[in-house]
């Protein structure tokens, strides 16, 4: 597969995320979009969706609306597409979830105080940092892909997703979510194109550890979502090695 550069590839990934992480909203508000293999002799066949795959499916429409709905005005006002984007995401990704994976072995050394700040911190660097670049792209199908139904008791599925971009770009994401105990799926984790995104967010955070000589203060303060790696002849490499 021949990988998209860099920015595209993150906008790409952030774009996948925000099919998925506002389940809970999207449940009761959003109006799904449907691709033309979704659609038989006019006719819509939801049923094949159950669980995770249904929310993604109904989340997609929603969250491309809010891209629209802010395209013309991003320029004189891109807070106010950050704060959409930021209150569709809050309710349904496990943030301090995906902040334990990303601090990784440093989560038990940090304080509660430590640990909060961070999933706030990342939650909006993720925002600022890569949303932006999403009011430029148009033309992206989605493809939700059925799954095997959800099993009772079951509390974790994989939803696998298709992006074709404008270009005709294929991107195979899979997104890790896991089931509150309330019900809603949330997701914990997206592997792009076969790359573990939280990895590398793991990779960078011990990285930036090392480099602040073991000050989880000081890295939590300065913390910023913009990955350290680049595509290099279809390789993701890190600053410093190949990311294996």
Do not use: C
């Not at 006002?77 to 704060?83: I, Q, R, S, V």
């Amino acid at each position: 597969m021949r990988f998209l550069n860099m920015v595209k590839f993150v906008h790409l990934l952030l774009l996948g995320v925000l099919a998925v992480v506002s389940v809970e909203l999207s449940a009761q508000t959003a109006e799904a979009s449907v691709s033309e293999t979704e659609v038989d002799n006019g006719v819509v066949d939801i049923n094949k969706f159950s669980g995770p795959e249904q929310a993604v499916w109904n989340t997609t429409q929603m969250l491309l609306n809010i891209i629209d709905e802010e395209r013309a005005g991003f320029t004189e006002n891109p807070n106010k597409f950050y704060d959409r984007v930021a209150e569709a995401l809050e309710p349904a990704v496990g943030f301090r979830r995906i902040a334990a994976m990303v601090m990784g072995s440093f989560y038990k050394q940090a304080t509660k105080a430590q640990k909060i700040k961070f999933s706030q911190l990342f939650q909006r660097s993720l925002v600022e940092t890569y949303s932006g670049g999403l009011i430029e792209y148009d033309g992206y199908k989605i493809d939700v892909l059925p799954g095997e139904p959800v099993s009772e008791g079951q509390r974790t599925a994989v939803v696998d997703v298709v992006i074709t971009t404008s270009s005709g770009t294929q991107v195979p994401i899979k997104y890790s979510m896991y089931q509150t105990k309330n019900g809603a799926w949330k997701v914990q984790n997206v592997t792009v194109a076969g790359i573990n995104v939280g990895l590398l967010y793991r990779q960078q955070f011990a990285r930036k550890v090392a480099e602040a000589g073991g000050d989880i203060n000081v890295v939590v303060d300065q913390w910023s979502s913009k990955l350290d790696v680049e595509v290099e002849d279809g390789q993701l490499k890190t600053d410093d090695s190949p990311l294996k």
